[in-house]
């Protein structure tokens, strides 16, 4: 029986610890500006449910633009409008998960 009692201690005290959020190291950080994909806003739909395609009477572009400012789905995710929100939601989510640069 005591060493059951050891063992339920031992586990809960390894399972408080192993919820302590490690480090996530990234090699890789895209740093584009807001108006990467166009002027903003664009949005995305995530899982999109098609990718843009090419439409023989525009050039490529002027799809692209069209899905981006004009996302087919119900709740799109819309990008930062200016440079300075794009480092503030980035560094944000670094902050959160932990991710080290």
């Known amino acids: 029986m005591k060493n059951f ?13 192993a919820q302590e ?3 996530i190291i990234d090699m890789h950080l895209h740093a584009n500006p807001a ?11 995530a899982p ?3 990718m843009p395609y090419l439409d023989p009477e525009r050039n490529w572009m ?3 633009t069209n899905w981006v400012k004009n996302p087919d789905c119900e709740n799109p995710i819309w990008g930062p409008a200016t440079d300075k929100e794009v480092m503030e ?3 944000e989510i670094l902050r959160k998960y932990n991710i080290m640069q």
């Open 21 to 23: 959020r490690l480090p």
């Open 89 to 91: 939601q980035t560094l």
């Open 48 to 50: 999109p449910m098609e």
């Open 35 to 45: 108006s990467f994909n166009g002027p903003p806003p664009t949005a995305i739909c």
């Open 62 to 64: 002027e799809s692209f």
């Open 5 to 17: 009692i050891l063992l339920f201690i031992l586990s809960a005290s390894i399972e408080v610890c």
